[in-house]
T-cell receptor
C-alpha cells in the first residue's frame, strides 16, 4: 500500500522558535496534501490543503502567516510553525492524496511540544 | 451543521464479543464515500474499511464490516470477535465525490468513539 512519512515524529522546541515538519509520499505522486491538527481526545481538524506548485488553501480560523505550508514537489509538503507558542503544542498529521485514485493516505503524525 | 455524527464518546466490549460503533452522516451529494479509521495511542491513522454510496453490498474487511443504511444515512462499523488490540479511537469519515472547487474530495471526520476491550 501507499506510504506517507512524516519527519520528525516528535519535536520539543522553545517558545518563539520555528519548527518545520516534512510530509513525504514515498511511492506515489500526490498533487494534494492535507495538514490536520489534533488536540488530545479530539478529532482531526483540517488546517489546510496544499496543492503542488500553488498556494495552500487554509481553513477558516487558521493563521496562514503562522502555519506556513509549502508543496514544492509531487512528493513533499512542509508545514512550518513560526514563532511557536505553548498553545501550538499538538499532534500534527499530514495526508497525501494519490493522484489517479483520489485515495488519501495518512502519515504517522508529529507530536509538537512548545515549552 | 455536522456532516458526520458519532454519538458514542466511549464504548466497552468484552473480549471475543462483537461491537457496533455508530456513525450517521449528512450530505446532498449523490456520490460519496464513507471511511472508518482506527487510531491507537501511537497516533497513526489506520484505514479499516470503505463504502461507496453506490455500492450495493455492505463492505467487509476481515473482522470489520460496515452496516450501510443509505436511507437512514448511517454507516455503522461492526467489529466481530473483539481483541485487546482493538482498543483505540475509531473515526468515521466522509468524502463527497462531486467536484466543487478548491475543497473538493476532502475527508470530514466525526468526533470519534473510544473503544475499550475488556479481557
Amino acid at each position: 500500500g501507499a506510504v506517507v512519512s512524516q519527519h520528525p515524529s516528535w519535536v520539543i522546541c522553545k517558545s518563539g522558535t520555528s519548527v518545520k515538519i516534512e510530509c513525504r509520499s514515498l511511492d506515489f505522486q500526490a498533487t494534494t496534501m492535507f495538514w490536520y491538527r489534533q488536540f488530545p481526545k479530539q478529532s482531526l481538524m483540517l488546517m489546510a490543503t496544499s496543492n503542488e506548485g500553488s498556494k495552500a488553501t487554509y481553513e477558516q480560523g487558521v493563521e496562514k502567516d503562522k502555519f506556513l505550508i509549502n508543496h514544492a514537489s509531487l512528493t513533499l509538503s512542509t508545514l512550518t510553525v513560526t514563532s511557536a507558542h505553548p498553545e501550538d503544542s499538538s499532534f500534527y498529521i499530514c495526508s497525501a492524496r494519490d493522484r489517479p485514485t483520489y485515495e488519501q493516505y495518512f502519515g504517522p503524525g508529529t507530536r509538537l511540544t512548545v515549552t | 451543521a455536522q456532516k458526520i455524527t458519532q454519538t458514542q464518546p466511549g464504548m466497552f466490549v468484552q473480549e471475543k464479543e462483537a461491537v457496533t460503533l455508530d456513525c450517521t452522516y449528512d450530505t446532498s451529494d449523490p456520490s460519496y464515500g464513507l471511511f472508518w479509521y482506527k487510531q491507537p495511542s501511537s497516533g497513526e491513522m489506520i484505514f479499516l474499511i470503505y463504502q461507496g454510496s453506490y455500492d450495493q453490498q455492505n463492505a467487509t474487511e476481515g473482522r470489520y464490516s460496515l452496516n450501510f443504511q443509505k436511507a437512514r444515512k448511517s454507516a455503522n462499523l461492526v467489529i466481530s470477535a473483539s481483541q485487546l488490540g482493538d482498543s483505540a479511537m475509531y473515526f468515521c469519515a466522509m468524502r463527497e465525490d462531486t467536484y466543487s472547487g478548491a475543497g473538493s474530495y476532502q475527508l470530514t471526520f466525526g468526533k470519534g468513539t473510544k473503544l475499550s476491550v475488556i479481557p
